[in-house]
Every structure is written in C-alpha cells, then in structure tokens.
C-alpha cells in the first residue's frame, strides 16, 4: 500500500492564479481531511469528508474548494491564491479499524 | 467545541535527560487522547493514543503518556531521550463517539543535543 500520497511536493504561486492539491489514498479509509500548517500555529482544519459525495468545511475553509467524487481522491482547489495561504498543507485520512489517522508527506506551497 | 493546549512550545534538552510535555484539554465529556510526532521534513505519525482503561499509556519508541481526567490532562513522557526524538510534538483531542475530527494543539518543538 502507498498510503496516503500528495501532489506536488513544492509549489510556488503567484497572487491570483489557481491551482489543485491533489491528495489520493489507496487503503479504502472513508474519513479524508485536509489540513494547512503554519509554524508554530499546529495543524488548522480546511475541509474534510466523510465519504464520497460529501464534504464539509472546517476551521478555516475560506479561499478553497474540495470535492470527494471517489473514496480515494480528495483534491483542494485553490482559486485565486493569496499570500496568507502560504502554508504546508497536509491530507490525512482516518481509519476505525485502528482509531488513528494517517497523514501524507504534505505539499509546501508559497505564494507571491 | 474543545480546545487543546500545549504550554511548552519550545524544549531544549541534552540526551539521557527526562522528557515531559504538558497537553491539556478543555471539553467536559468523554474524549480520545493522541499524541503525534512529526520529525523534521516529514509527515506526522501517531506516537500513542488513548480511548479506554489503563490511564497510562504506552507508545512507540520508549514515550508513554498519563491521562489523568480530573486535570483534563494527558502529559506525554520519555524517561531518557535521544538526539532522534528532536521532531515536533502534537497533542490531539476527538469527542468520543461523535464524528472523528479531531483538535490539534500547537505543538511542541523539541531540540536534543546530543
């Protein structure tokens, strides 16, 4: 199993323009999160989904979109990118067999 | 909605010393206790996790954590650290039986010198 994988890995933006975070798990978890990291802040939750065909917003949704049109796909959509959503953002996913979730290795994205 | 707090944001220790982060949790009803590690350029992975039971907690790589509910508290600990535990430390907190989304503290940044 790859786990839960992220792409792309680095990505630097500028003001306005758009992008999509992509984010794919092969281990069939139904719950898939979104998360941006900023130092020292710990981990903000953007969107998360509970299955395919829903989503939800988190703490901090403003300036993305998700959807979940599979159980193993679960992009980010950036729209019109601003300097505060310079972050590392993380994809998870979380599984009931072992009550934990498991985290990608995560996309630095920098925009300017 | 619950909080979490994590009090240490910065640790500095030299190697064989004692290790205690403080994680402590604001929500009055039963709770799942996590706590994360994310060593430096890689994603987190969970060190241990509390639902039920024994308050003490053991976890990978020698860390064990004490949940004590009157206090809200749920402290992790190495009794003896090493230059490879210097990673940053995520305390984590989900309402027990409700949907699983769980709330992050802060984090805590650990430097070992060897």
């Known amino acids: 199993n790859a786990g839960v994988t992220q792409t792309p890995k680095f990505r630097i933006l500028k003001i306005g323009q758009s992008m999509t975070l992509q984010c794919a798990q092969d281990m069939n978890h139904n719950y898939m999160y979104w998360y941006r990291q900023d130092p020292g802040m710990g981990l903000k939750l953007i969107y998360y989904?509970?299955?395919?065909?829903?989503?939800d917003k988190g703490e901090v949704p403003n300036g993305y979109n998700v959807s979940r049109s599979t159980t193993e796909d679960f992009p980010l959509r950036l729209e019109l990118a601003a300097p505060s959503q310079t972050s590392v953002y993380f994809c998870?996913?979380?599984?009931?067999?072992?009550?934990?979730?498991?985290f990608g290795p995560g996309t630095r994205l920098t925009v300017t | 909605a619950q909080s979490v707090s994590q009090h240490n944001h910065h640790v500095i220790l030299s190697e064989a010393a004692s290790l205690e982060l403080g994680c402590n949790y604001s929500?009055?009803?039963?709770?799942?206790l996590f706590w994360y590690v994310q060593y430096p350029g890689q994603h987190l992975q969970l060190l241990l996790k509390y639902f039920s039971g024994d308050p003490l907690v053991k976890g990978i790589k020698g860390f064990e954590a004490e949940f004590i509910k009157s206090k809200f508290s749920f402290n992790l600990r190495k009794p003896s650290v090493q230059w490879s535990d210097t990673a940053e430390y995520f305390c984590a907190v989900n309402v027990a039986g409700g949907s699983y989304i769980p709330t992050f503290g802060r984090g805590t940044s650990l430097i070992v010198h060897p």
């Open positions: 998870a996913t979380w599984t009931s067999g072992r009550n934990e979730q498991y």
């Open positions: 989904s509970v299955g395919a065909g829903i989503t």
């Open positions: 929500y009055g009803g039963t709770v799942n």
